[in-house]
């Protein structure tokens, strides 16, 4: 005691008795220590005084050698085999927890760097790497010296002989660097590293607690016991603590490990909290791992913004911050830093025109070092040259087939992440146009098949891009089926029926003729027990089988969907969000176009339910585009967003304004504030850059809707914006040239039509002849050709009018004919070739229109389109007689007769 007395804790000594002191040791070494230290005492001090109550007394000095010894020597170790070999002079029994924490660290850091003959490993990234080696099955190939060796051995039972003395961050720490190197899951060493932090867990400080939930989800057993501890422990510390920049990014750090237990409210307030903080700070973080941490916490709001509408102004200083942040690093952006960076802007809608050239230029720079140019840096780096899904920044085509190319080289050195990553990627944003190492991607995707079957999250990415990509090889393709027919009827996915309808929808698209009675039975089978996604993802495959008729599979898939229908209403009562009402009418409106009006009726009501009044821009596209695709009309519900937009005009992002203009344009509503709306347009377009594809798209839509400012008529019918196109074109895919090319046209006959005034000319005659004329023939329906052979009857024959006729901008008209001033129709042959019409002569458009002319819930409102081309042809002189199907089919035309005098009344021929 005369040593202790000469030491910071003589005055705790006066106080405590030695029972006193033992026992509370005892019960909890780490409280008492951290008792202690709040006091000022030195941590050599309280190791002394520990060591009396626990028996350590004899070895304090000694270990303060070893200490010393262990780190000299474990920082000469360049292999595994060096460290055990170093550990051969110690009994690593008598190591302290710092000192098994420093050997457990340099174990998992030299592990790691024996791995470097995978070429795919994210060596730099310990978590990653131990991800990819669980996803190609190859963890405890990779790590059966380690695990096996009789030192690592020695090493996990030190740690478990001192478990209860150990400081818990130690042993978080010692745990963690343990599960990295392979130690299997199964060890007694779990359980009990569990049970202590479950036990220490309400006096955790923040960053104990952010990595102990990350070891829980490192393991493969779920302890459910430990979750009501660790978020009571996290409100206690959130409730009673300043928010640091420290404190910022641990509340991140854990909030993002542990979404799927946290509550939407707790979530709710840490994003604010994180926000407000980050809002208050002058300057942006300049800590790149902070910034992947408010990057990820980004994701987290984005997702939950539905949910909350005080979260929309919490997203945009979020954004605002990250976007700053992103600017600020770009030239020290490392190629694992563009990947995550770029993904979380592009998914959360900030991926700006600057903060795509910054890290674009960033990108450029790493891909002139070859030591950059491995298959991992690769498929890093085509996240940031992608192109987005949002418009706002489209990449040069060149340096995607740069990256492209030397992919190719490097494919074969792809492991199953990787694989998953590019096939991702491609299935989103880029189509792979290289015949070549598409062909190459494919092979190595048969060759991982087991393991991309293995895990859901890999398996739904390669999924996805083969609906899109389908295989060049029949033989792959029939290997691939034979898998997934294995894992459908013997693989064991536990509870979850995500992974079963994600393996049915693809077989459901790509099985020909008749479903197999096993796929069918599976397919019955799952579809009550689907949750929201699984259900939106079998729904997804029913259109896309598209077959001959065959009558056992038109029986097969009238029953799916009675099945789908009859389990409608189980997800419309437990809808609760706008997300999930969306997913529904994306599912059933769109996917299965029901004829069901009033399910349609019942789920557009559910868009009032969740987005009246609209609380920001995401809830108004949305709605927007499921009312585009359905075809739906409501003119209540189309003026609450004109009204939104105007309200906002500030603040509302330009492409909720484009989306709202297609809607409008595709469904033929005509804004009542279109003054307004032109104006708010003008301005949005002074500020934002748009991409070729999403200008001409807004353009097209305005123009229908006679809202375009002459200035853009005038400016984009010149020669530099032709030269801008024509470079978007060059670098464009086949798709993206013809959509692209279709809409100039269009838009340039809306300006020649419609503002003769502006005196524009007609650039696209030669386009059009091209183009046009290889489709000159119509498709004949039951419909369209009564309605033709009813002309024969009615003007004479064949002879006096024309079929598949074209007006001098190639509108197309499905009959034409020629009247004089008494109304008397004109043999063809009497008729001159040129448009214009001498003295009282007139043509005479009949026009059938169908059902799907006609928005879906309405028999007398034709779409956008059909309203502009009669428009037009009243402007180029033409009669025009329409035949709505709806009347055509009425009970009072039920016979010839009928309709021949229908036609005769609508054509005014006698």
Same mark, same amino acid.
């Given at each position: 005691?005369?040593?202790?007395?000469?030491?910071?804790?003589?005055?705790?000594?006066?106080?405590?008795?030695?029972?006193?002191?033992?026992?509370?040791?005892?019960?909890?070494?780490?409280?008492?220590?951290?008792?202690?230290?709040?006091?000022?005492?030195?941590?050599?001090?309280?190791?002394?005084?520990?060591?009396?109550?626990?028996?350590?007394?004899?070895?304090?000095?000694?270990?303060?050698?070893?200490?010393?010894?262990?780190?000299?020597?474990?920082?000469?170790?360049?292999?595994?085999?060096?460290?055990?070999?170093?550990?051969?002079?110690?009994?690593? $029994?008598?190591?302290?927890?710092?000192?098994?924490?420093?050997?457990?660290?340099?174990?998992?850091?030299?592990?790691?760097?024996?791995?470097?003959?995978?070429?795919?490993?994210?060596?730099?990234?310990?978590?990653?790497?131990?991800?990819?080696?669980?996803?190609?099955? &190859?963890?405890?190939?990779?790590?059966?010296?380690?695990?096996?060796?009789?030192?690592?051995?020695?090493?996990?039972?030190?740690?478990?002989?001192?478990?209860?003395?150990?400081?818990?961050?130690?042993?978080?720490?010692?745990?963690?660097?343990?599960?990295?190197?392979?130690?299997?899951?199964?060890? =007694?060493?779990?359980?009990?590293?569990?049970?202590?932090?479950?036990?220490?867990?309400?006096?955790?400080?923040?960053?104990?607690?952010?990595?102990?939930?990350?070891?829980?989800?490192?393991?493969?057993?779920?302890?459910?016991?430990?979750?009501?501890?660790?978020?009571?422990?996290?409100?206690?510390?959130?409730?009673?603590?300043?928010?640091?920049?420290?404190?910022?990014?641990? &509340?991140?750090?854990?909030?993002?490990?542990?979404?799927?237990?946290? #509550?939407?409210?707790?979530?709710?307030?840490?994003?604010?909290?994180?926000?407000?903080?980050?809002?208050?700070?002058?300057?942006?973080?300049?800590?790149?791992?902070?910034?992947?941490?408010?990057?990820?916490?980004?994701?987290?709001?984005?997702?939950?913004?539905?949910?909350?509408?005080?979260?929309?102004?919490?997203?945009?200083?979020?954004?605002?911050?990250?976007?700053?942040?992103?600017?600020?690093?770009?030239?020290?952006? +490392?190629?694992?830093?563009? #990947?995550?960076?770029?993904?979380?802007?592009?998914?959360?809608?900030?991926?700006?025109?600057?903060?795509?050239?910054?890290?674009?230029?960033?990108?450029?720079?790493?891909?002139?070092?070859?030591?950059?140019?491995?298959?991992?840096?690769?498929?890093?780096?085509?996240?940031?040259?992608?192109?987005?899904?949002?418009?706002?920044?489209?990449?040069?085509?060149?340096?995607?087939?740069?990256?492209?190319?030397?992919? /190719?080289?490097?494919?074969?050195?792809?492991?199953?992440?990787?694989?998953?990553?590019?096939?991702?990627?491609?299935?989103?944003?880029?189509?792979?146009?290289?015949?070549?190492?598409?062909?190459? /991607?494919?092979?190595?995707?048969?060759?991982?098949?087991?393991?991309?079957?293995?895990?859901? *999250?890999?398996?739904?990415?390669?999924?996805?891009?083969?609906?899109?990509?389908?295989?060049?090889?029949?033989?792959?393709?029939?290997?691939?089926? %034979?898998?997934?027919?294995?894992?459908?009827?013997?693989?064991?996915?536990?509870?979850?029926?995500?992974?079963?309808?994600?393996?049915?929808?693809?077989?459901?698209?790509?099985?020909?003729?008749?479903?197999?009675?096993?796929?069918?039975?599976?397919?019955?089978?799952?579809?009550?027990?689907?949750?929201?996604?699984?259900?939106?993802?079998?729904?997804?495959?029913?259109?896309?089988?598209?077959?001959?008729?065959?009558?056992?599979?038109?029986?097969?898939?009238?029953?799916?969907?009675?099945?789908?229908?009859?389990?409608? @209403?189980?997800?419309?009562?437990?809808?609760?969000?706008?997300?999930?009402?969306?997913? &529904?009418?994306?599912?059933?409106?769109?996917?299965?176009?029901?004829?069901?009006?009033?399910?349609?009726?019942?789920?557009?009501?559910?868009?009032?339910? /969740?987005?009246?009044?609209?609380?920001?821009?995401?809830?108004?596209?949305?709605?927007?585009?499921?009312?585009? +695709?359905?075809?739906?009309?409501?003119?209540?519900?189309?003026?609450?967003?004109? =009204?939104?937009?105007?309200?906002?005009?500030?603040?509302?992002?330009?492409?909720?304004?484009?989306?709202?203009?297609?809607?409008?344009?595709?469904?033929?509503?005509?804004?009542?504030?279109?003054?307004?709306?032109?104006?708010?347009?003008?301005?949005?377009?002074?500020?934002?850059?748009?991409?070729?594809?999403?200008?001409?798209?807004?353009?097209?839509?305005?123009?229908? &809707?006679?809202?375009?400012?002459?200035?853009?008529?005038?400016?984009?019918?010149?020669?530099?914006?032709?030269? !801008?196109?024509?470079?978007?074109?060059?670098?464009?895919?086949?798709?993206?040239?013809?959509?692209?090319?279709?809409?100039?046209?269009?838009?340039?006959?809306?300006?020649?039509?419609?503002?003769?005034?502006?005196?524009?000319?007609?650039? @696209?005659?030669?386009?059009?002849?091209?183009?046009?004329?290889?489709?000159?023939?119509?498709?004949?329906? *039951?419909?369209?050709?009564?309605?033709?052979?009813?002309?024969?009857?009615?003007? $004479?024959?064949?002879?006096?009018?024309?079929?598949?006729?074209?007006?001098?901008?190639? @509108?197309?008209?499905?009959?034409?004919?020629?009247?004089?001033?008494?109304?008397?129709?004109? %043999? +063809?042959?009497?008729?001159?070739?040129?448009?214009?019409?001498?003295?009282?002569?007139?043509?005479?458009?009949?026009?059938?229109?169908?059902?799907?002319?006609?928005?879906?819930?309405?028999?007398? @409102?034709?779409?956008?389109? !059909?309203?502009?081309?009669?428009?037009?042809?009243?402007?180029?002189?033409?009669?025009?007689?329409?035949?709505?199907?709806?009347?055509?089919?009425?009970?009072?035309?039920?016979?010839?007769? %009928?309709?021949?005098?229908?036609?005769?009344?609508?054509?005014?021929?006698?």
């Amino acid at each position: 005691m005369a040593f202790l007395r000469q030491n910071p804790l003589q005055n705790v000594l006066r106080t405590c008795t030695r029972k006193t002191i033992l026992q509370h040791t005892h019960c909890s070494y780490y409280n008492f220590r951290k008792a202690i230290s709040r006091n000022r005492v030195t941590y050599w001090s309280t190791r002394c005084l520990v060591g009396l109550s626990s028996g350590f007394s004899n070895k304090s000095i000694s270990n303060n050698v070893i200490s010393r010894q262990v780190q000299q020597t474990l920082s000469q170790c360049n292999t595994s085999d060096d460290v055990f070999e170093a550990l051969n002079g110690i009994v690593l $029994g008598s190591l302290t927890g710092p000192e098994l924490r420093t050997l457990c660290q340099h174990i998992e850091t030299i592990t790691y760097k024996d791995l470097s003959k995978y070429a795919w490993l994210h060596s730099d990234n310990h978590d990653l790497s131990y991800l990819q080696l669980t996803f190609n099955h &190859l963890l405890p190939q990779a790590m059966e010296f380690i695990i096996n060796h009789e030192k690592f051995q020695e090493t996990v039972s030190a740690v478990q002989d001192n478990l209860n003395n150990m400081d818990i961050k130690d042993l978080l720490e010692c745990f963690n660097c343990l599960l990295l190197v392979g130690l299997p899951h199964t060890s =007694d060493l779990v359980d009990l590293v569990v049970d202590r932090c479950c036990q220490e867990c309400p006096s955790f400080d923040l960053g104990e607690l952010a990595l102990f939930v990350k070891i829980l989800r490192l393991l493969n057993v779920t302890y459910y016991r430990a979750y009501p501890l660790l978020m009571n422990r996290f409100v206690e510390i959130f409730d009673n603590s300043e928010m640091t920049r420290d404190h910022c990014w641990k &509340l991140c750090m854990f909030l993002y490990h542990s979404t799927a237990m946290a #509550s939407s409210s707790l979530m709710f307030k840490v994003i604010t909290k994180v926000a407000e903080h980050l809002s208050d700070q002058q300057e942006p973080t300049q800590n790149i791992e902070e910034l992947k941490w408010h990057l990820r916490l980004l994701k987290i709001s984005h997702q939950q913004r539905e949910r909350a509408e005080t979260l929309q102004q919490t997203n945009k200083i979020l954004m605002q911050k990250c976007q700053e942040s992103v600017l600020l690093l770009a030239d020290k952006l +490392q190629t694992r830093d563009i #990947s995550e960076v770029s993904n979380a802007m592009k998914s959360t809608f900030c991926f700006s025109a600057e903060v795509a050239y910054a890290i674009q230029k960033r990108g450029v720079e790493l891909m002139k070092n070859e030591e950059d140019c491995t298959i991992d840096n690769l498929s890093n780096l085509l996240y940031a040259f992608q192109k987005t899904n949002y418009g706002i920044h489209v990449s040069d085509s060149n340096i995607i087939n740069q990256i492209t190319n030397k992919i /190719f080289e490097n494919i074969d050195d792809a492991d199953v992440l990787i694989l998953s990553n590019l096939a991702d990627n491609w299935a989103r944003n880029i189509t792979c146009t290289h015949q070549g190492l598409v062909l190459r /991607f494919q092979d190595r995707i048969i060759e991982n098949i087991d393991c991309i079957l293995s895990f859901v *999250s890999r398996m739904k990415c390669v999924l996805r891009y083969l609906s899109r990509q389908p295989f060049i090889k029949k033989e792959n393709e029939e290997v691939f089926k %034979a898998k997934l027919f294995e894992a459908l009827q013997y693989k064991q996915f536990g509870m979850s029926t995500l992974p079963l309808s994600l393996i049915i929808t693809y077989l459901l698209q790509t099985t020909k003729g008749p479903l197999p009675d096993f796929l069918y039975g599976k397919t019955m089978k799952v579809i009550p027990q689907c949750r929201l996604t699984g259900f939106h993802n079998i729904i997804q495959g029913l259109p896309k089988m598209v077959k001959p008729y065959d009558r056992k599979l038109s029986n097969q898939l009238y029953t799916i969907k009675q099945k789908i229908n009859k389990n409608v @209403h189980r997800f419309l009562e437990s809808s609760t969000t706008f997300h999930d009402q969306f997913r &529904l009418s994306l599912s059933l409106a769109v996917r299965m176009q029901p004829s069901d009006p009033n399910l349609t009726k019942t789920l557009v009501e559910g868009f009032y339910k /969740f987005s009246k009044p609209f609380a920001y821009d995401i809830h108004l596209r949305k709605t927007a585009n499921i009312l585009r +695709q359905i075809g739906y009309y409501d003119k209540e519900l189309m003026q609450d967003m004109e =009204d939104y937009i105007v309200k906002n005009a500030e603040s509302v992002n330009i492409l909720a304004v484009s989306d709202i203009m297609r809607l409008y344009s595709y469904v033929g509503h005509s804004p009542t504030r279109s003054e307004e709306l032109r104006q708010i347009i003008i301005d949005k377009l002074e500020k934002t850059e748009l991409g070729v594809l999403e200008k001409v798209k807004l353009f097209y839509n305005c123009g229908h &809707l006679n809202i375009m400012p002459h200035y853009i008529f005038k400016n984009m019918f010149n020669l530099e914006f032709m030269e !801008q196109m024509d470079a978007f074109l060059e670098g464009s895919l086949n798709n993206e040239e013809t959509t692209v090319e279709n809409l100039v046209m269009d838009l340039n006959r809306v300006a020649v039509l419609e503002y003769p005034e502006l005196d524009i000319p007609w650039f @696209h005659e030669e386009f059009c002849q091209q183009k046009l004329h290889n489709g000159r023939e119509l498709l004949w329906g *039951s419909f369209t050709r009564e309605v033709k052979d009813c002309l024969y009857e009615v003007v $004479g024959g064949p002879d006096y009018f024309k079929s598949a006729a074209f007006t001098p901008y190639y @509108h197309l008209v499905d009959y034409e004919y020629v009247v004089d001033g008494d109304n008397k129709v004109l %043999a +063809q042959r009497n008729i001159p070739y040129t448009h214009s019409l001498p003295g009282e002569l007139q043509r005479v458009a009949v026009v059938p229109l169908k059902i799907n002319n006609y928005c879906y819930n309405s028999t007398c @409102h034709l779409k956008g389109n !059909q309203l502009v081309r009669l428009k037009h042809l009243e402007i180029l002189g033409y009669k025009v007689i329409t035949i709505p199907q709806f009347q055509w089919m009425s009970v009072a035309l039920s016979d010839w007769s %009928a309709k021949v005098d229908y036609v005769r009344l609508k054509t005014g021929l006698t």
